[in-house]
């Protein structure tokens, strides 16, 4: 009589096999609650508006919100998402009165600047007190960037529009519109590193001029050893030159970088990567699962070339791997495992990250809205090394 193996045998075999191989992906319970006081603290949201870009910053006394993006199609709403995001976080917030200290929306392409409608609206619950843009009224977000141009103007809204001559080599632009957040004792640095030139520059290619997104503003935020870069949908031109103004400045210098161009194209070179040296990078970016028009499966993001290259830049890890969904082209994706500390809101859903005075950030969970993470990531941030000490820590030159 032949014998059989029993039936639990062939599942312990592979769990010891898969337990040997370390290549296993387990799944995540999401990111703990938020531990520090937000009145001494920060907190980085990088809100899934799909296929989009929408970060809100908090701060002790104050907000700022850059870019208003989102995907918007019969699958998804990505501007009531970020109204649904807004609401519950004035709602925790409410000593902040539904105010935006500041609104930056980098440049005029839809996806980073949809969800004016509603910020504008005569009803809007929200209060806005600063703005800075890049100034150019035309590409597919032109009559939504107009729109906040005339209403600045209409309501006496302190307004900067902000071109290349503007920002200084080595320092950014800080100045009471683009820094109005003053905290006592929890004061964070605002700055421009970088805004589009308003004519053509003779060392420029016509069509790297007439390509926006070589114009997009780039911000950087400080709140104690933390950094924040967030470089909007800035291509290789523009990055060459924010390069050439601030190496040796430091100012590129951040723990956590926000991904160009929604991670993608093919990403920025191994030198500007250099300079940023980040632990964590974040692609704001809808999921490959929404096939739909607008949304990231359909314009390939982000691409598998972009994430390669951010994987040989980050000195971050994920707590736990990640098997995330690449471009390959449009339409076309195919795995790869993520072991850096790359996330995305298209793998993970809403992005929070929290940061004392002290010490690294650490990634928390977001308020409780649409947009919240996916259960697919580490539960307590990312293993990083030692913290910048204040001596070495990253801060543009004043």
Known sequence: MRRTLPTCLPALLALVLAACSGAEVLPDPGPPAATLDPRASMRVHFIDVGQGNATLFEFPCGAMLVDLGGEQNAAFDGVQALRSYLTAFFERRADLQRTL?????????IDHVRGASFLLAIDSPFKIQNIITNGQESSSGAEELKRIHLWAAAEQIPLARIAKNDVLPMRGLSDAVVDPI??????????????????????WERRDFENLNNRSMVLRVDFGETSVLLLSDLEKTGRSVLLSTMIGSRALDVDIVQAARHGGGTGPNREFMDEVTPEVAVISVGPSSRQAPGSAWELGYPNKVAVTRLVGAVRGNRERPLEAQVAVGPKRFEPLRIERAIYATGWDGTLVFEAGLKGSARRVAPDGAPGTPRGTVTSVGWSARAPRSPSTRSRPRS
Do not use: K, W
């Not at 003053?182 to 060392?203: A, H, K, M, N, W």
């Open 182 to 203: 003053q905290c006592p004792g929890f004061d964070p640095d605002i700055r421009v590193l970088y805004s589009g030139p308003e004519l053509q520059p003779t060392d």
């Open 101 to 109: 200290a500041l609104v930056a929306v980098t440049h005029p392409l």
